[in-house]
């Protein structure tokens, strides 16, 4: 076998973020993706090199949808700045003329060409749920509420004009709770108008729901549901009529991979799904199977580690959190902690300067706190303007720790007592935290974990866990 011709994974040079939400290529070359910096990338090369084509400090870009090579739509989870939009390729703005029952926060878009566009949301039990469209490229746009038929929305997919699709999760009581989930695969015939749910039937646990979708042609499509305590995928082979529930289990029938979020099938056969990868968001697992998601293997180890502007440990394991893969043609990418891409292609190396970074933030994955959890950020010279932000994995915004205004160069220690702006204390998890000085912003996951627990999982709640 000629190993050279083999495709592998690499890790495109895509610059440091806790995490990368979304990506669209319209081709193997062109791309754009969005990052947890606030930033929209783009890449002319297959992610040999990637130029920030939009940057904004104070948004979470959760998803991404492109017509062609100028018009596109980037969805947020940062209410009253939902979506943004592009009509050159190159300079983003914020949509102004939303409805005002549209979506509070846009997990999913989906553009099928220049006039019409869909997007759904939001990801929180606590926030309503709703669907937006426009007919005529964005000068109007029309909304409907999303409540009777699920609880949370994540991804969306239309075929036509007409037929499309949603993913989430119904609660099954009021008041409801993630836990109170079941998944939902939604259609619409009427171009959203009515909805079905598909999974009637589809049996399932408590405390799951789906996250994203894929037809990988008019009648294979699969749905990844995120759950917490195991690892599922639906799979329909009918063009979405009927759907059925397989388990990501290897040969053995051992579980492999937990609480995933991005799935992505090169063919009927070949495929991967990745995520948080365990109910603690530690190991972010990626798996693959070759014989249609009937079984499947542990990746992880075959994947590289991205390139990082700072040095990489050891213990931080590779093609870590996948949220999103996208397939153009025989090349697959995907996105987590960085952009990676399946391809026989060489190996990239960073340059000097992506090696060196800015380093705002320190590498720490795990911190852990007693009644403040403490962390280490370096303020540049210089700097007229400092904000420390942190998002939920899930839904957004938790909280804006520090604001200051020519705040004093070098290095400190900032404390945080795990309150969010409501002033609740929350539980250990995984978070999301955002640097910004200036024009400049870092993020990275880190894990807070309280020595008070002696198992962290066994008072796992979220933040924005459920309507209250």
């Avoid at 589809?202 to 990988?216: A, C, D, S």
């Avoid at 932000?389 to 899930?394: K, L, T």
Wanted: proline share 5%; glycine share 10%; charged share 20%.
């Amino acid at each position: 076998m000629n190993l050279v011709n083999v495709p592998r994974w690499i890790a495109t040079r895509a610059e440091l973020a806790g995490r990368y939400d979304d990506i669209w290529f319209l081709n193997v070359d062109v791309g754009w993706a969005v990052n947890g910096n606030g930033k929209i990338l783009k890449t002319a090369n297959g992610g040999a090199n990637w130029d920030t084509q939009f940057h904004d400090g104070a948004v979470y870009f959760r998803c991404l949808s492109m017509v062609n090579d100028q018009i596109g739509w980037a969805g947020c989870t940062t209410q009253g700045r939902q979506l943004f939009r592009t009509i050159d390729g190159q300079h983003w703005s914020l949509v102004q003329n939303l409805p005002a029952d549209a979506p509070p926060l846009v997990c999913g878009v989906w553009a099928l060409d220049e006039n019409h566009v869909f997007a759904s949301g939001t990801n929180d039990p606590a926030l309503r749920t709703g669907f937006m469209k426009t007919d005529n490229g964005g000068r109007t746009w029309t909304a409907q509420s999303m409540e009777h038929v699920a609880t949370l929305l994540v991804d969306i997919y239309f075929q036509d004009e007409r037929t499309g699709w949603v993913v989430g999760g119904r609660a099954t009581r009021p008041h409801s709770r993630r836990n109170d989930v079941l998944p939902v695969v939604l259609k619409t015939e009427d171009g959203g108008q009515t909805w079905q749910d598909k999974l009637v039937g589809v049996n399932g646990p408590l405390g799951e729901w789906g996250w994203k979708i894929q037809f990988v042609d008019n009648d294979f499509a699969v749905v990844a549901c995120e759950n917490l305590k195991a690892g599922a995928i639906m799979i329909s082979e009918d063009g979405g009529a009927t759907w059925r529930r397989q388990e990501i289990r290897d040969a053995n029938g051992l579980m492999v991979n937990q609480n995933l979020e991005g799935i992505g099938f090169l063919d009927r056969h070949t495929g991967w799904v990745g995520g948080w990868g365990d109910p603690t968001f530690d190991s972010g697992r990626t798996a693959g199977t070759t014989d249609g998601g009937r079984t499947w293997t542990d990746l992880t180890a075959d994947w590289p580690r991205p390139f990082f502007s700072i040095p990489c440990e050891e213990s931080n394991p590779r093609g870590q959190y996948i949220n999103r893969f996208r397939i153009v043609g025989d090349t697959v990418y995907a996105c987590g902690n960085t952009v990676y891409k399946f391809t026989t292609q060489r190996l990239f190396v960073p340059t000097v300067d992506e090696a060196t970074g800015t380093q705002l933030l320190a590498s720490v994955a795990d911190i852990p706190y007693t009644d403040t959890a403490d962390f280490e950020i370096t303020v540049p010279d210089h700097t007229q303007s400092l904000r420390v932000e942190f998002f939920d994995p899930y839904s957004g915004l938790v909280c804006t720790l520090v604001e200051e205004s020519n705040p004093t160069a070098g290095k400190r220690t900032v404390s945080w007592d795990l309150c969010d702006h409501h002033g609740t204390r929350l539980p250990s998890w995984t978070f999301e935290v955002r640097v910004t000085c200036d024009d400049v912003s870092e993020s990275r996951l880190l894990k807070f974990q309280s020595p008070r627990l002696e198992d962290p999982t066994a008072t796992f709640k979220p933040h924005l866990l459920g309507r209250v």
